[in-house]
T-cell receptor, first 113, second 115 residues
Framework: DQQVKQNSPSLSVQEGRISILNCDYT??????FLWYKKYPAEGPTFLIS?????DKNEDGRFTVFLNKSAKHLSLHIVPSQPGDSAVYFC????????????FGTGTRLTIIP | EAGVTQSPTHLIKTRGQQATLRCSPI?????VYWYQQALGLGLQFLLW???????NRGNFPPRFSGRQFPNYSSELNVNALELEDSALYLC??????????????FGPGTRLLVL
């Protein structure tokens, strides 16, 4: 039972355009969400997070939106750059301490120069 | 500052054997987490150790076990290996007592292949 779902296994976006990665979850107890980025042969690196008391969090080119009623979050990258090409994992936890993260299956983002 | 390190990078075993994977956390981090990334399943939480104790485990059979040493490094042991145990095993560390610490820092992983 996949509690965190990333339904698009891959996404290609032109350099300079906006990349939108989506994530859905089923567990209503989740209240803290994170995005990780993973390059080949490396572990995931933290990108940005959001707690359920917010609906938006922004950090530079990265913005995460949370729609609790729809159990949906999205990561926006604008403008997209070639270095953004990686696999992006959405993760969720039932509390802010994030001891136990539940991850999605990942979306491979390719930025086309 | 050195990041999380894992060894070996690759491991090949046969069914029924045992595998031991090792992880060294970032200096000062007391919590270590283990995850399994199997094809098509995303990252699945395996185990969480803090201050030498197992604090939580994911939905894995008991043949997945581990321990944390006094220097906070950790071992993951997988007994009676099965073909479906072939996966990338990731270790992460964090400052467990710092509730403002939002992230877990991941190592590069150990790729286990069971033949």
């Amino acid at each position: 039972d996949q509690q965190v779902k990333q339904n698009s296994p891959s996404l290609s976006v032109q350099e300079g355009r906006i990349s939108i990665l989506n994530c859905d979850y089923t567990n209503s107890m989740f209240d803290y969400f994170l995005w990780y980025k993973k390059y080949p042969a490396e572990g995931p690196t933290f990108l940005i997070s959001i707690s359920s008391i917010k609906d938006k969090n922004e950090d530079g080119r990265f913005t995460v939106f949370l729609n609790k009623s729809a159990k949906h979050l999205s990561l926006h990258i604008v403008p997209s750059q070639p270095g953004d090409s990686a696999v992006y994992f959405c993760a969720a936890s039932e509390d802010f301490g994030n001891e136990k993260l539940t991850f999605g299956t990942g979306t491979r983002l390719t930025i086309i120069p | 500052e050195a990041g999380v390190t894992q060894s070996p990078t690759h491991l090949i075993k046969t069914r029924g054997q045992q595998a031991t994977l090792r992880c060294s956390p970032i200096s000062g981090h007391t919590s270590v987490y283990w995850y399994q990334q199997a094809l098509g399943l995303g990252l699945q939480f395996l185990l969480w150790y803090d201050e030498g104790e197992e604090r939580n485990r994911g939905n894995f059979p008991p043949r997945f076990s581990g321990r944390q040493f006094p220097n906070y490094s950790s071992e993951l042991n997988v007994n009676a290996l099965e073909l479906e145990d072939s996966a990338l095993y990731l270790c992460a560390s964090s400052l467990a007592n710092d509730r403002d610490q939002e992230t877990q820092y991941f190592g590069p992983g150990t790729r286990l292949l069971v033949l």
